[in-house]
């Protein structure tokens, strides 16, 4: 719901853990077409472990385009 109906100047979204099914029905399913000008990152749980949580700090990354005096979601 959050990624079809946020409103913020940028949107982001990060997976982390999930499998790579659950990602592609994500963006498939989940996202419709304004929903899909959001930013999506993934790391999925068959990467390393360095990768998920570098993944979490790449989403992290994107949240400060609030510093920016952007509406972050």
């Known amino acids: ?3 079809s109906h946020g409103r913020g ?3 982001g979204h ?3 853990g999930e499998r790579g099914r659950e990602v592609r029905e ?3 399913k989940d996202l ?3 929903g899909r000008r959001s930013r999506v990152h993934r790391a999925t749980s068959n990467q390393p472990a360095l990768v998920r ?3 979490a700090f790449l989403a992290m990354s994107i949240a400060k ?3 920016a005096g952007q ?3």
């Open 65 to 67: 385009f609030r510093v």
């Open 32 to 34: 419709d077409e304004e």
């Open 1 to 3: 719901m959050m990624a």
């Open 26 to 28: 994500f963006l498939e």
């Open 71 to 73: 509406n972050v979601l």
């Open 9 to 11: 100047d940028v949107n």
């Open 14 to 16: 990060c997976l982390i």
């Open 53 to 55: 949580l570098k993944g």
